[in-house]
């Protein structure tokens, strides 16, 4: 460190590595932004490994963090020799987190429309009564959404009570039981 005018100065490698550590910082944000708007860049070039480890938006993030993240323990002082591996430190971090998150993006719901298929075995609560032989009426939740759906069962079930969804009659019922029999 070199003092001029009563100002210290950080050497001009250490202004260098700054430089290339912030630098790495913002080009790993700008990868990081192309691929959640374009998509992934590399797209099919490392299919070969296992998972999505070196996607674009895996790669954007270990690159940003280790370049912010060295450059902030450079800037709080610490040798080249601890600003290394606390930015690789970092960057496997935030890395992993992309990794995480692009797989909870990838394996999340869709939009697909809800069908009575999709209600067999969930719970449901009984609407309408359903009478010994006829058909009551159930409401079901599936996916956030409420369907409520004609159901038949083997013996009378009265409103309000819980039954299990056990399989289609048609696309608008669904066989239904008792959640718990009634001991005899």
Same mark, same amino acid.
């Given at each position: 460190?070199?003092?001029? *005018?009563?100002?210290?100065?950080?050497?001009?490698?250490? #202004?260098?590595?700054?430089?290339?550590?912030?630098? =790495?910082?913002?080009?790993?944000?700008?990868? =990081?932004?192309?691929?959640?708007?374009?998509?992934?860049?590399? @797209?099919?070039?490392?299919?070969?490994?296992?998972?999505?480890?070196?996607?674009?938006?895996?790669?954007?993030?270990?690159?940003?963090?280790?370049?912010? %993240?060295?450059?902030?323990?450079?800037?709080?002082?610490?040798?080249?020799? =601890?600003?290394?591996?606390?930015?690789?430190?970092?960057? &496997?971090?935030?890395?992993?987190?992309? *990794?995480?998150?692009?797989?909870?993006?990838?394996? %999340? %719901?869709?939009?697909?429309?809800?069908?009575?298929? @999709?209600?067999?075995?969930?719970?449901?609560?009984?609407?309408?009564?359903?009478?010994?032989?006829?058909?009551?009426?159930?409401?079901?939740?599936?996916? %956030?959404?409420? =369907?409520? &759906?004609?159901?038949?069962? #083997?013996?009378?079930?009265?409103?309000?009570?819980?039954?299990?969804?056990?399989?289609?009659?048609?696309?608008?019922?669904?066989?239904?039981? &008792?959640?718990? @029999? #009634?001991?005899?």
């Amino acid at each position: 460190m070199t003092e001029v *005018s009563g100002v210290t100065a950080a050497p001009a490698h250490e #202004e260098s590595t700054m430089t290339l550590f912030l630098v =790495l910082g913002v080009a790993g944000l700008v990868l =990081l932004a192309v691929s959640l708007l374009v998509g992934d860049l590399f @797209d099919g070039v490392f299919d070969a490994l296992p998972g999505d480890v070196f996607s674009s938006a895996v790669l954007g993030g270990f690159v940003s963090a280790f370049g912010f %993240g060295a450059a902030l323990s450079e800037g709080l002082g610490a040798p080249l020799g =601890l600003v290394v591996p606390v930015g690789v430190v970092v960057g &496997l971090v935030f890395g992993w987190f992309a *990794s995480w998150l692009t797989r909870l993006v990838r394996g %999340g %719901g869709s939009d697909a429309t809800v069908t009575t298929a @999709d209600a067999v075995g969930r719970d449901a609560k009984v609407v309408t009564g359903i009478p010994a032989g006829g058909f009551g009426v159930v409401r079901v939740q599936v996916g %956030g959404h409420s =369907l409520q &759906l004609n159901a038949r069962a #083997e013996r009378p079930v009265e409103v309000g009570t819980e039954v299990y969804v056990t399989g289609v009659l048609s696309p608008t019922a669904v066989a239904v039981a &008792l959640v718990r @029999d #009634e001991l005899a």
